[in-house]
Structures are given as C-alpha cells and as structure tokens.
C-alpha cells in the first residue's frame, strides 16, 4: 500500500466518523452537548495542524538538503549527451 492511499484510507475514515457523529447517525450513543460542541470546529484543527506539521517537515527538510556533487556532475554530463544522441537517433533541432 502506498504512502497516498493509506493517507486516504484514514482521511476517509476519520471524515465518515466525524460526520457521523456530527449528524448524529451513532446508533444508539448519545454526546454530551459539550461534546457535540467541540466536534464542530475539530475539522478546523485537525487541518490547520496538518498544515503545520507539513510545513514543519518541509523545513527541516530544507534546512538539512544534503548535496550530492558527484550526482550533480553525472546529471550535466547526461544533459550534454543528450543531444548528441538525438541527433544520432535521426531528430533534427
């Protein structure tokens, strides 16, 4: 299972629950209306901390880049080639 779909698969079941329990279809449990309250703006946190947590991984992930100079210099080399081959290959620029 890829990274994607298990993100979905919980995203889904997290939603189906948290609209069923804000449209009150729990069969049978009854919530507190305190509880009903704070169901309300949950969506709105658990969207605003993804956010969060997302733009945290960016960061750190930004700030620890590592550079890779022998992969830097295999890419350029391709690029160069590139055209050469191309051109041996019958395409014309």
Excluded: N
Excluded at 10 to 15: A, I, P
Excluded at 47 to 67: S, Y
């Amino acid at each position: 299972m890829t990274k994607l779909v298990s993100w979905i698969c919980s995203l889904v079941l997290l939603g189906s629950t948290w609209a069923a329990l804000i449209m009150g279809l729990t069969l049978g449990l009854e919530l507190h209306f305190t509880c009903q309250e704070v169901l309300w703006p949950l969506s709105a946190y658990l969207i605003v901390t993804t956010g969060c947590f997302a733009l945290g991984t960016v960061g750190f992930h930004v700030a620890t880049f590592h550079d890779y100079e022998d992969k830097a210099l295999e890419l350029q080399t391709q690029i160069q080639e590139a055209p050469v081959d191309l051109v041996r290959r019958g395409l014309r620029f």
